[in-house]
């Protein structure tokens, strides 16, 4: 190869986790991470990282949209070296799912969206016990009835649209 040449890159396969809160995404993510030598994205421990597990209420969307900026920076240009991503987001929304659809489609990347559903009680008593980790992202209990009702589980038409992965 000539000195200053770019060598032809197969992009990375994207990997994203589609769940509320406590539905597991963050411990498939270990797994996978693992699994598949990818680099993984996780907006909570980010956030911690950055701003302590208890972030102020009215400070956290403008936190975590910049944490979203960043991480985005960093994951769509592994992407382009050809590194494998796992993106623990959640992607709650059809339009957060579109997007990320479109994203991967301009960046020539594969996509996999890893679906993950527990029933409501089972997600509350996972939150609670993370809330007693050291370095957790604490979320209350009147922080997941605020969020329930914005999450729009994949439909069967968008299904069809990337490869997906459903997880107990």
Known sequence: MKMGLMPDRTPGRIHALHGFIGSGKTTLARTLEQELGALRFTSDEWMTALYGQDPPADEFPVLFRRVMTVMEAQWTRAVTLGVPVLLDHGFWTRAARDELRAQASALGAPLTLHVLAVPDAEARRRVQARNLQPGALLIADDTFDLF?????????????????????
Do not use: I, K
Request: proline residues 19%; negative net charge; glycine residues 0%.
């Open 148 to 168: 329930r009702p914005r999450f729009e589980p994949l439909t069967p038409a968008e299904e069809a649209l990337q490869d997906v992965t459903r997880w107990p």
